[in-house]
């Protein structure tokens, strides 16, 4: 049994955000449109949309996961379902054009509340533009109590909607984080020895994840090339000078592993990093518990041999939502109110269109509603 953890004012938010009128039924696809997508994607299992269903009614009714719903026996399936997709679908390097908006969120960290009002928001502009591109940077359960539900609503979207979305690996998409950090033991304590049996399912779509998505923003002939990573840039610490080419390095990515331990040097570094104004080449030791830092120099030979005009990450926690480095090149996002169950930030999302100065969108309903008009 779930505890039932949330405040009065976020169901306050919950009954501001959705007119709920006679039903709290949420209307996410039609029979139509899921018969396109198999049709011209691939063929989904109901179970995908059945599980989307009922957790966006949960968060109709208040974000009440109390009552076990969803069963062990339908996650499993869902999850076995996920593993079958994905591993036809994985890229470790994405790229892809882009003719339109692209969004971007940052670490959720099991913070359902804030994914179900940006599902909503997407789906609805999705509707208006089917063009418009939504990437999530990983680290997508750990820090709260939900996570298994923020990860599966996720997850359930992005299946939905395959062309729109985009899921990147975090480091919290970790066999060893997911020990120390609260998602293990939340399956476990649901699920009693089952949840290690879901876990394996789990660990196993996380290895498919890629590491980096590069969208290729259009404009006419002009193209502005976007790239989206959970930590940082590639680095070799042994060679830091010499900026890495994601081209030559993609084979050599070992990344389909359920640790980091057992990376190469590449992939740890896309998904630990931390961009540092204060440094001029690289901050490496054991002091840093594995999070080497980089600072404007090494990042601008990157982004110039690899024709990259600016980066989105994660990985780092802010009051505000967000922070910018290195002259407006670097944009890091944090998606999540709550962190270890209490309500401690001002959560943001980036939006990006071609010629527009990037926009920093609070994940609040007036904020998100504007961008619908």
Not at 158 to 179: A, M, Q, S, W
Not at 306 to 331: A, D
Request: glycine share 6%; with cysteine.
């Amino acid at each position: 049994m779930r505890d039932k953890k949330m405040t009065e004012s976020n169901k306050e938010n919950t009954i501001e955000f959705f007119d709920l009128g006679e039903t709290t039924k949420f209307k996410q696809l039609s029979k139509e449109k899921i018969e396109e997508i198999e049709e011209n994607s691939y063929s989904i299992n109901p179970i995908i949309f059945d599980i989307f269903e009922k957790l966006m009614i949960q968060c109709l009714k208040g974000y009440d996961f109390s009552d076990d719903e969803i069963i062990f026996e339908e996650y499993q399936e869902f999850y076995s379902e996920v593993n079958r997709i994905i591993p036809n679908l994985k890229q470790k390097i994405i790229i892809e054009d882009c003719y339109s908006s692209v969004f971007f969120i940052g670490d959720t960290h099991g913070a359902v509340q804030e994914s179900f009002k940006l599902i909503d928001f997407f789906y609805k502009l999705f509707q208006k533009n089917d063009k418009i591109k939504v990437v999530f940077v990983g680290d997508y359960v750990d820090r709260n109590p939900f996570d298994l539900e923020n990860l599966t609503l996720i997850t359930a979207f992005y299946l939905l909607f395959p062309d729109n979305v985009v899921l990147i690996r975090g480091n919290h998409e970790d066999r060893v984080i997911n020990t120390h950090y609260g998602f293990i033991d939340n399956l476990l304590r649901t699920f009693r020895e089952k949840g290690e049996d879901l876990y394996e399912e789990i660990i196993k779509f996380f290895t498919h994840l890629p590491l980096v998505h590069i969208a290729q923003m259009h404009s006419g002939e002009n193209i502005a090339r976007v790239m989206s990573v959970h930590g940082g840039i590639p680095i070799d610490p042994l060679n830091f000078l010499e900026p890495v080419i994601l081209e030559e390095i993609e084979s050599k990515l070992i990344c389909e592993v359920d640790k980091s331990d057992d990376m190469d040097i590449y992939s740890v570094s896309m998904l630990w990093s931390d961009p540092d104004e204060m440094i001029q080449g690289i901050l490496t030791g054991s002091h840093l518990h594995g999070r080497m830092r980089f600072g404007f120099p090494v990042f601008k030979n990157f982004i110039n041999a690899n024709n990259i005009q600016l980066v989105v990450r994660g990985h780092q926690k802010w009051n505000e939502g967000y922070h910018i480095f290195f002259n407006g090149q670097l944009y890091s996002l944090f998606s999540t109110q709550t962190y270890d169950g209490k309500i401690k930030f001002d959560p943001k999302i980036l939006r990006l269109d071609y010629g527009k100065p990037p926009k920093i969108i609070p994940i609040n309903f007036e904020p998100l509603e504007s961008e619908l008009n």
